[in-house]
């Protein structure tokens, strides 16, 4: 292609643009309103994924050692619980800081009596690389030797597996559930107003336009809808995210419940919605095109 | 020039449009094509510029035969050929101007030679102060002399005129005709599909006759031959 023929494209994609004005609109309503819903979802499901993660992540199980042991004994442990498959970190906590941890927690109240015996173990708490694995992880500590109990809280881990499991499940099924009607959606809209052309496109290839020649305006055209109807989507996202970010989340202080940070998560969010919008503009109006095209 | 041999052409609905047509057209010539609707004038025009296919039998070119180009070459072929037709199939949301660029931007040319050639055809079928118009803004006869302006832009050796008279009233018509014999003489072959009566028998050419999708008559110079 001629450089003076691709900057004929890209002129004849964009005044077409404004030729066809309320087929336009139509067109550009129908990407930013699908856009603003599947932006507003994005936002969501990823925060509550964030946030299940992090609840996950703060998984971990207590493993107490037989007090009788001895103190190389107990040292060598660390060693023996990295060696388990799956295991991410491992923290050693002796029985006297278990204790002054204790205190702390309690307050001061007659500790006496256990400064002389302190009735605690030496403790390592290992986390998981995954946390889904802690189960079976568990399971494996316990058979060692000199272990006297490993706890991780396992009812209520397990039921937060499976709530979190299920969660992340209808969001991705929702999400690409919302992704489709979009590309439905705006790819029929913009076929609508293509189909409104099919008699051009007949006169264009008349006249020996070849194929490609005809494609490319429509190329343009479609890429220049796509991008045009997510301008309103990203500004609600950066705009709404923005607010949220800043008044939101300090007046909910709940430690762990935080939101995705405004950046770079509202750009990212911002980039995909381009994204979206443009291959879903291109694609109705290519494959809208194709069909006319076989004349 | 343009050779046909033995062109048969039937249509999927079981219409047989074209039965053995013979006829050999040489450079610079002016050929009326009559007959009754029905009889394969359309089609016979639609051979040459490969807007059908026949079933058997050849179509050359400067004897090239047509059947040899492949789907994506039939740019190629419609590129030396200009046509005009009855209701004159200009794009609707472009200015006359850009209209006739169409045909040359097609062809990949210079913006400058576009812009010099353009305004060089629209000044010859004598539209040119109406350049910026839409289509729809102008009369009949009008959009018409574009269409031909848009035919001749890329300076074919032929032009097919499928009834380009059809939807003009007559005084209309004598200008069209002006238009056509004018580009006649600078050589270029003009295969012209009509019922005018009048035009045929006033301005004297080579006229082939077709019915039933067969040549009937084939006359320099002839008459009409049908009632009006």
Redesign the interface.
């Known amino acids: 292609?001629?450089l003076?023929?691709a900057k004929?494209h890209l002129r004849e994609g964009s005044k077409?643009i404004f030729?066809?004005g309320w087929m336009t609109i139509a067109s550009i309503g129908a990407v930013t309103v699908t856009l603003i819903l599947v932006g507003v979802f994005l936002a969501l499901v990823f925060n509550l994924n964030n946030f299940a993660s992090n609840v996950e992540s703060d998984v971990e199980m207590s493993v107490y050692l037989d007090p009788t042991l001895e103190k190389d004994q107990v040292e060598a442990f660390q060693a023996k619980l990295e060696s388990i498959d799956k295991v991410g970190t491992v923290t050693y906590s002796s029985k006297e800081e278990q204790l002054n941890q204790l205190m702390k927690d309690m307050g001061q109240t007659e500790w006496d009596l256990f400064e002389q015996d302190n009735p605690l173990s030496d403790t390592y708490v290992v986390k998981t690389s995954k946390p889904q694995d802690i189960s079976s992880v568990a399971d494996e500590v316990s058979k060692l030797d000199g272990v006297d109990k490993v706890d991780y809280g396992e009812s209520t881990v397990d039921s937060l597996f499976t709530v979190s499991k299920y969660s992340r499940i209808i969001g991705a099924v929702l999400i690409i559930g919302l992704v489709f009607t979009a590309i439905f959606l705006i790819s029929n809209t913009i076929k609508i107003t293509i189909i409104a052309r099919s008699r051009?496109i007949g006169?264009?290839?008349?006249?020996?336009?070849?194929?490609s020649?005809i494609r490319w305006p429509f190329f343009i055209e479609g890429l220049m809808l796509g991008v045009l109807g997510a301008i309103i989507p990203i500004a609600i996202v950066l705009g709404g995210y923005y607010y949220l970010s800043n008044n939101v989340s300090q007046n909910i202080d709940i430690g762990f419940v935080q939101i995705l940070p405004y950046a770079p998560f509202a750009f990212q969010l911002s980039g995909l919605l381009l994204a979206i919008g443009a291959v879903i503009g291109v694609w109705g109006s290519v494959m809208s095109v194709r069909k006319f095209l076989k004349v | 020039m343009i050779d046909m041999k033995d062109v048969h052409k039937d249509y999927a609905n079981g219409v047989s449009a074209l039965n053995g047509v013979n006829v050999h057209i040489d450079n610079g010539e002016f050929v009326y094509l009559v007959g009754p609707s029905g009889a394969g004038k359309s089609t016979f025009v639609k051979m040459i510029?490969r807007?059908e296919k026949p079933n058997t039998g050849t179509v050359k070119i400067d004897n090239i035969d047509l059947s040899t180009y492949k789907e994506?070459q039939i740019?190629?072929?419609?590129?030396k050929i200009g046509?005009v037709y009855q209701d004159f199939?200009?794009?609707?949301?472009l200015t006359v101007y850009e209209n006739v660029a169409?045909?040359l931007?097609?062809?990949?040319e210079?913006?400058k030679l576009i812009r010099d050639r353009v305004m060089e055809v629209l000044d010859l079928v004598g539209i040119k102060h109406k350049a910026r118009s839409l289509p729809d803004e102008l009369s009949g006869g009008e959009q018409q002399r574009v269409a031909i302006a848009?035919a001749i832009a890329n300076k074919p050796k032929i032009v097919i005129a499928d009834e380009p008279t059809g939807n003009l009233d007559p005084d209309t018509s004598w200008g069209i005709m002006k238009i056509l014999e004018d580009i006649n003489q600078t050589g270029t072959t003009i295969i012209m599909a009509t019922h005018s009566q009048e035009i045929v028998n006033t301005i004297k050419k080579r006229v082939i006759a077709l019915e039933n999708g067969r040549i009937v008559r084939d006359e320099a110079g002839g008459d009409y031959g049908y009632e009006a």
């Open positions: 292609m001629k003076n023929t004929r077409n030729r066809n051009e006169i264009m290839k008349l006249v020996g336009a070849t194929n020649f | 510029f807007g994506r740019p190629q072929i419609r590129r046509v199939k200009l794009l609707p949301k169409f045909a931007e097609v062809i990949e210079s913006p848009r």
